[in-house]
Nanobody
C-alpha cells in the first residue's frame, strides 16, 4: 500500500513537498514515480527514482524545479520505503492531482503496479 501525504494550496512561486511511503511488506529495491493528472487530460509522469542506484528522471515541464529523493535515514522501515517530491517555483500549470506509484520492475511510462490514492496540489 502506498500512502501519500503533503500537497495543498500555494501561491505561484511557492513551494510544496509530497511524500509517499510504501507500507507493509515491501521490496528492497524498486522504482517510484510521481504522476499528475488534470481532469480531462492524460496522466503525466513528472519524476521517478530507482532506489537501488538513485537514478532519477524528470519531465521537461518540471526539470530544475522539482526534486525527487529517497529517505536516507533508514532508521525505520517506513523511512526506508519513503520517497519525497520537493516542488519549487510552482506555477498554476502545476495544479493537478498528484499520484505516487511504485514497482520493483521499474516499468516504463505509467505501467506501475502499485498506486497511491492521490493528493491535490493547487497553485493560484
Amino acid at each position: 500500500q502506498l500512502v501519500e501525504s503533503g500537497g495543498g494550496s500555494v501561491e505561484a512561486g511557492g513551494s510544496l513537498g509530497l511524500s509517499c511511503t510504501a507500507s507493509g511488506v515491501w521490496y528492497s529495491t524498486y522504482c517510484m514515480g510521481w504522476f499528475r493528472q488534470v481532469p480531462g487530460k492524460e496522466r503525466e509522469g513528472v519524476a521517478s527514482i530507482h532506489t537501488d542506484d538513485g537514478t532519477v528522471y524528470y519531465s521537461d515541464s518540471v526539470k530544475g524545479r522539482f526534486t525527487i529523493s529517497q529517505d536516507n535515514t533508514r532508521e525505520t522501515m517506513d523511512a526506508k520505503n519513503t520517497v519525497y517530491l520537493g516542488m519549487n517555483e510552482l506555477q498554476p500549470g502545476d495544479t493537478a492531482m498528484y499520484y505516487c506509484a511504485a514497482d520493483p520492475d521499474c516499468p516504463t511510462g505509467d505501467l506501475y503496479r502499485y498506486w497511491g490514492q492521490g493528493t491535490q496540489v493547487t497553485v493560484s
